[in-house]
């Protein structure tokens, strides 16, 4: 069943990049955060988006967001991918999909792991789901849409 607007979005604990372990409950009750699923690192849709994330960065922070990828990768490759596109935001590794799995990602074709953003505000609540695999750089503007018309509730 997949996680839809008004619904608590799945805590989860994963490992991220630099070996920490990363809780969504961590940021509850502290800051808005956005949680994009993509299939895998460094492959061109991803890497797209992933640094479109990044280009925008600054404009996720200004609005007292955290941005956290989140695919099956492992840790050390979450490390390598972050370091090559200089990405300054938490990566969390899936290994086993369990958590693609908690959130409902569809998969593309039946095959590709999917592409979803989910805009989670501070207590917890998705504001906002955005599911498209080949217009990955676009989960970034609605994303910050969202943020935007959140901060001016």
Request: aromatic share 10%; net charge negative; hydrophobic share 40%.
């Amino acid at each position: 069943m997949a996680i839809t607007v008004g619904d608590i979005a799945p805590d989860f604990s994963l490992a991220a990049q630099g070996g920490e372990t990363i809780t969504l409950s961590q940021f509850k009750g502290q800051k808005p955060v956005v949680l994009y699923f993509y299939p895998k690192d460094d492959t061109p849709g991803c890497t797209a988006e992933s640094c479109s994330f990044r280009d925008s960065y600054e404009a996720f922070k200004d609005l007292g967001a955290e941005v956290i990828g989140i695919s099956s990768d492992s840790p050390s490759s979450h490390s390598a991918f972050a370091a090559k596109h200089n990405l300054p935001f938490i990566l969390v590794s899936d290994m086993g999909a369990r958590v693609r799995k908690a959130y409902g990602v569809p998969a593309t074709l039946g095959l590709l792991p999917g592409r979803v953003t989910y805009v989670i505000d501070r207590d917890g609540i998705v504001k906002h789901v955005f599911n498209s695999q080949f217009n990955a750089t676009a989960h970034v503007s609605e994303a910050l849409s969202v943020l935007k018309s959140l901060a001016a509730a």
